[in-house]
RNA sequence: GCGCCCUUCGUCUAGCGGUCUAGGACAUCGCCCUUUCACGGCGGAAACACGGGUUCGAUUCCCGUAGGGCGCGCCA
């Protein structure tokens, strides 16, 4: 059984090699893995790779009302894009009940627990109470010493922690420091429900033990929870892991991150363009830092990740340094692994089955032939593919506004000249194309973009666009002239064919 | 309300008592490159929240104040 290889992998190592690192991720499944969640699951993962260690995935199921599958597919799905590996199978959480159930009663048995017969009414009240009197004491453990023959007969009872009534419970954190509670502001936790499910504050501190777990990384919301945890483990005897509590990311205006800020599941990012290489450098430098190191390879990572250097005040969510930061690692990808990249992209996007459809064997070579250009132009995939619409494009080429003020009559006629220079290039390359070009801006003395600027619209039906000869290169010279001649079919400008 | 945590350029951060005229990166502004847009290069502007201590000396240590965050369930 699970715990007990983890007590004998545990005993086996107490007098020799220190344990190896066991490092959790531990997501409940109620909605996508959101991007705190993805940096949460990254620390982890880094923490574990740095020191041979390993990275268990558990699925905190027990809110069975909430808990979906389709949310744990999102978190799978989420973890293996952004290329975070976990080590073993995953275990949920709610499959082990039983076993929080036996430590419940092992507890009570050894009398660090006790049933609390208060009824749900007799809570509020307390809470009310204790508010009012400015107490943080919520429960006032009067079940603690009471006699059970006492209990109403028709109460189910919970099982309640019989915590220290007085001295401090202490952790300390990787992160935090040393962080320290009085004990007498802190209540008697319930470990059992009167229904006999375990509650979290009990599962989490079994299944990390069980699990061999040796540090807990997780968001520093659960600080709290560390030392109520800290209570359990101490009443079992057992060891407490390395705790490191991060700060939370917030919005960009320091609030809490909503999903306009960025709160977002990692395949929304997906979905934008985002590469996993750039999203996780983006996502270890929120809070952590390595001198003035700004790009880390993932091995670069794995090596310089460490607990102490992650700061202690939260992060705000920068978009604009993502984007950055994604942009350097497109320029940095193979011309080919960004088409692929590409393709695996049009599955998740509204209109990737239109363009996936198109990248006949021809124009997927053209795309690759363009990506040089395209690719430094980009921050997203998705400007990749904006970027190359004009291989998307069928003729007669829609012009947006900008690229139809472009073509004024003079242009129009200046295109036309153009058009006659192009017909005579042979062989159609981007060099000879630039010759001829140049040749007629030069004979007209026109600066070069007075004859490039109609040319791009013509081709690409906008005012901006990758080197205008790299266009014309990559479309080829049936294409180009043919997009060139559909703009020159007003009456007023004519082109005199040979 | 109670408990805990946080506070260096707009943002991410370096700094771990003198090296700070506070460094880097993103964003921003200017210039250069240039067929557009980018990329790239060069340069500029930009911060130690505030008030007390401690010390020969505080961005660095301590205490307050202010501001922000998290937690306070028989949710996870």
């Known amino acids: 059984m699970l715990w007990q290889r983890a007590e004998q992998v545990r005993t086996n190592h107490r007098d020799s090699m220190p344990d190896p690192v066991v490092t959790r991720f531990a997501p409940s499944p109620t909605g996508f893995l959101h991007i705190g969640g993805a940096r949460t699951a990254l620390f982890n993962w880094l923490y574990a790779r740095g020191r041979g260690g390993k990275m ?34 995953v275990i949920f959480q709610f499959a082990r009940s039983a076993r929080h159930r036996e430590v419940a009663e092992q507890m009570l048995a050894s009398g660090h627990a006790y049933r609390c017969y208060a009824s749900a009414e007799e809570l509020t009240q307390m809470r009310e109470a204790a508010r009012r009197e400015g107490r943080s004491k919520l429960y006032d453990g009067r079940w603690r ?28 954190d990787q992160v935090q420091g040393r962080v320290a509670w009085q004990n007498e502001n802190l209540d008697d936790l ?10 979290y504050m009990l599962a989490v501190v079994v299944d990390d033990h069980d699990m061999g777990v040796t540090h807990i990384i997780r968001g520093d919301d659960h600080l709290t929870n560390a030392a109520r945890q800290k209570q359990i483990y101490d009443s079992l005897g057992w060891h407490v892991p390395t705790m490191a509590h991060i700060p939370l990311i917030h919005g960009p205006d320091g609030s809490k991150l909503s999903k306009r800020h960025g709160a977002l599941g990692v395949d929304a990012y997906r979905a934008m363009g985002y590469l996993p290489p750039a999203l996780r450098n983006y996502l270890v430098r929120l809070g952590w830092s390595h001198g003035d190191q700004e790009i880390f390879s993932t091995e670069e990572m794995i090596e310089a990740f460490d607990l102490p250097q992650i700061g202690r005040s939260p992060a705000r969510f920068d978009f604009a340094k ?22 695996r992209l049009l599955l998740h996007l509204a209109n990737g089955a239109n363009l996936a459809a198109k990248l006949t064997p021809r124009l997927r070579q053209q ?3 363009a990506m040089p250009s395209l690719k430094e132009r980009a921050k997203t995939l998705i400007d990749i593919i904006d970027g190359a619409h004009f291989l998307f494009a069928d003729r007669p080429i829609p012009l947006d506004d900008r690229a139809k003020a472009l073509l004024t009559l003079e242009a129009k006629a200046l295109l036309g000249e153009t058009a006659q220079e192009l017909i005579a290039v042979e062989p159609w390359t981007s060099e000879g194309i630039e010759q001829a070009v140049r040749r007629l801006a030069e004979r007209r003395g026109l600066k070069l973009g007075a004859v490039a600027q109609p040319l791009r619209a013509a081709l690409t039906g906008r005012i901006t666009s990758p080197g205008i000869f790299e266009v014309l290169a990559v479309l080829g010279k049936e294409e180009s002239l043919g997009r060139v001649l559909d703009q020159l079919t007003d009456a007023d400008v004519s082109l005199r064919a040979p």
């Open 56 to 89: 268990l995935l558990r699925i905190e199921d027990t809110d069975r009302e909430r808990s979906t599958q389709a949310a744990v597919d999102a978190i799978l799905d989420g973890l293996s894009w952004l290329g975070i590996a976990w080590d073993g199978e």
């Open 145 to 172: 010493d009471r006699d059970p023959r006492e209990a109403p007969p028709s109460v189910k009872p919970a099982i309640r922690l019989k915590a220290p009534l007085t001295g401090e419970t202490v952790i300390d």
């Open 190 to 199: 319930v470990l059992l429900r009167s229904d006999g499910t375990p509650t």
């Open 322 to 343: 993502l984007e950055n930061l994604n942009g350097h690692y497109i320029r940095q990808s193979a011309d080919a692994e960004l088409v692929t990249a590409i393709d």
């Open 367 to 369: 795309f690759l032939t």
